[in-house]
């Protein structure tokens, strides 16, 4: 069993991140890791599923050079849970972790992580601002754009689509609903 909630998890992440663009992030991806588990069977794992989103980039407003490694050292510190340490280092396997993503809670993770900076980039650039009425086939269309959101692996997206067994579509899609569901995405 894991040992912090997701108003803990909150608490950590703004020890170690003061802008809004990494707090907002960790909301995001907390809230859509939470519709993600409940969508995929494992509702009883929400609460934890939430911390490890809020969690994933704990270390990255202050140490970027160090992300992924940093934070084992202070969740370590925190005396937290190996799972929860595994699976948000594993979000990085490939960029800045050799930790593969092993549990389907780490693969939607490594997948959907860069994929939420793109669908929002795409959201804002939409007259409404919003993923309310963001399609599919719009986050495609900027999607191909290497140059959009340029900062976004495509091919971590691709292959967290692949290691989930999942179109790059099925993740587009699920991902634009997990963000309209989130109470922080604007």
């Known amino acids: ?39 995929l069977g494992y509702g009883d794992e929400a609460d934890f599923w939430e911390c490890v989103g809020v969690l994933h980039d704990l270390d990255f407003e202050q140490w970027p050079e160090e992300h992924c490694v940093k934070c084992v050292e202070i969740m370590k510190e925190k005396d937290l849970d190996d799972r929860l340490i595994h699976a948000v280092v594993s979000h990085g396997y490939g960029l800045c972790a050799d930790v593969e993503p092993e549990h389907q809670m780490e693969k939607v993770l490594y997948a959907m992580d860069e994929l939420t900076g793109l669908i929002g980039a795409a959201a804002i650039m939409r007259p409404s601002k919003s993923c309310d009425d963001l399609e599919v086939k719009s986050v495609k269309k900027k999607y191909k754009d290497k140059r959009f959101a340029a900062g976004c692996s495509r091919e971590v997206i691709e292959d967290g689509a692949a290691r989930l067994g999942w179109t790059l579509d099925e993740l587009i899609e699920k991902t634009i609903l997990a963000m309209r569901a989130s109470e922080n995405v604007d």
């Open 1 to 39: 069993m894991w040992n912090i909630t997701p108003a803990e998890a909150w608490e950590l992440l703004k020890e170690y991140n003061e802008g809004e663009f990494h707090l907002k992030h960790g909301r995001i991806v907390g809230d859509c890791m939470r519709w993600y588990a409940n969508e």
